[in-house]
């Protein structure tokens, strides 16, 4: 591999793991997704992430968030559920942490196994005692075999805590331009070099070790160390917060589908149509999260123009899915 | 009867039971529904629940729920009556159980007779304290003659507390597979035969005693102990999490307008214009319940394809009823 990026099949690949609608699967089968993030102060990118899951086609979607942002997550969907489980610093006294802390982490370990993927980050927050137990999380879920997505607030916990996924190859980290700055920095101790952007990434893979990052930017950038894949269909030139937490949400769908329908042989995708894209089920369900977006932001913008939101996007996730691979 | 399923004459009977709209009637003759759920984890289900039976046509509809529960389920909808008067056991003192279980009963008790119809159970969670104080409103309801729909963690309760629904005809269990699985183990001791499935309902019904069983599948099957009606018409084959909690609602409408059609005489449905179908008005809800979900899911599918969710499914509740059984 000589660290140049190869544009990805994107509509082939999101056509190759999407599960077909089968009358006889029941609840569930579809893909059961939880974001872990929603904290007092930030409630709307754990919903962008999970309402993002539902609209896509997985099943269910749960959240786990502090007790403040619970109600108002709630409301924002009567189709989500939300745990309201998680504490932060402000409401729980030094001598109680660490019972606090099992607590928290029992209620998520009862769910835990259910997930088909976790989404870790989304208005997280950046509390130290939330981002404690958000650790001890990301280890039982490591224990468990269960992928994550890791955005946001995740990202500034991992950056300074990379054992937490080095060598964890269903780990995704999908950091921005300043969250991939920092990692850069942090890892390889460098600045971003854009002329050998696709050499960086890879160098960044290998040196964290066993696990893909999409480096979100104009093309989208995605690499498990073996490989750099690129996205560059067109979105759309409104940057409004909250298209990462669509993003988070779609990826962690799509690496459940596409690990599901590898599962049946070797842990990758064999029954793929194409031979010449990857077959790792995390970069294809980056690959398929990225392009689905882009195609939902366009779409999007050619309705509401520079009023896109990320609510807008979201709608139109289904018909970007749907031209691409047809329900019937 | 011979255990096997006879497919159901669901349009037949959903014109026969849906009251005609008659400017003479007033709020409230077209039903009033209360709906017993809603927990600090769970608020989509009982608002699903509750604005179904709104949405298909009853006048009331009521959520009785936690404190917590209230305001997030008020915000999804100014259309429904919420009672914030159930209580969990993290806010509950023991030496306080006995006055404030009291009090608890006390309040739905005030409501209980105007109701035609209880739906008990979603979203309602599983503490134990709060479980008892259902049970007692179950045994409350019944000393009243009220018809009861329960599903969800309803079920969870009296699949290990059978005797608050045997020899109750008007109680309708509407399992999915999982809770029908638990269903068939604790009162048959035996798993799930798919062979016989019609004969295998029709000894849970007569085992339990006196009730009526919806099971839902591929085909939903419901049975009083008499007969095994089927209901296959084709819905949709998205799973998304909340459609059981639109049949319990609709049924509980459709349970009520049977039972207020037969009333005038014997209680069963005299007036029917069909020979061969039954005339319990709880098996002709399940049916008329189980058929209108089917259709709505459908019509909800061709708009929305895989990003159909519940509340979806919900706007179409109305033109299902109404390509059966027009208003005018």
Chains 1, 2 share one sequence.
Not at 27 to 53: D, L, N, W
């Amino acid at each position: 591999m000589s660290g140049t990026s190869v544009e990805a099949d994107a509509e082939n690949i999101i056509r190759a793991i999407t599960p077909s609608l089968d009358p006889n699967r029941y609840k569930g089968q579809a893909g059961k997704i939880a974001v872990i993030g929603g904290c007092r102060e930030y409630t709307g990118a754990p919903y962008f992430a999970a309402i993002s899951a539902l609209k896509i086609g997985a099943d269910l979607s749960h959240v786990f968030c502090t007790k403040d942002a619970a109600p108002v997550i709630k409301s924002y969907s009567p189709e989500l559920i939300v745990h309201p489980v998680l504490e932060e610093s402000y409401s729980v006294r030094d001598e109680e942490k660490k019972f606090i802390a099992e607590k928290v982490l029992a209620e998520v370990d009862k769910w835990l196994e259910r997930f088909d993927c976790l989404v870790i980050g989304p208005g997280l927050g950046r509390d130290p005692f939330l981002l404690d137990c958000v650790s001890e999380i990301i280890k039982h879920a490591r224990q468990t075999n269960i992928p994550m997505v890791i955005d946001g607030d995740g990202l500034f916990l991992i950056t300074d805590n990379l054992h937490l996924v080095s060598n964890y190859p269903l780990a995704v980290l999908t950091p921005n331009v300043n969250e991939y700055k920092r990692l850069v920095k942090n890892v390889l101790l460098a600045e971003i070099d854009e002329q050998d952007a696709s050499k960086q990434l890879l160098s960044l893979v290998k040196r964290i070790g066993g696990l893909t990052i999409l480096r979100k930017g104009r093309a989208d950038l995605i690499s498990d160390g073996e490989t750099v894949q690129s996205v560059s269909i067109y979105g759309s030139p409104r940057r409004c917060g909250g298209q990462g937490d669509i993003l988070s949400g779609s990826v962690a769908v799509f690496v459940s589908w596409a690990r599901r329908q590898g599962l049946a042989t070797d842990g990758n995708l064999a029954t793929s149509p194409f031979t010449h894209s990857p077959k790792n089920p995390t970069i294809l369900g980056c690959i398929a999260g990225s392009a689905l977006l882009r195609r939902a932001a366009s779409l999007a913008f050619e309705n509401k123009k520079r009023s896109t939101l990320t609510t807008d996007i979201i709608e139109f996730l289904w018909r970007s899915l749907e031209d691409i691979s047809p329900a019937h």
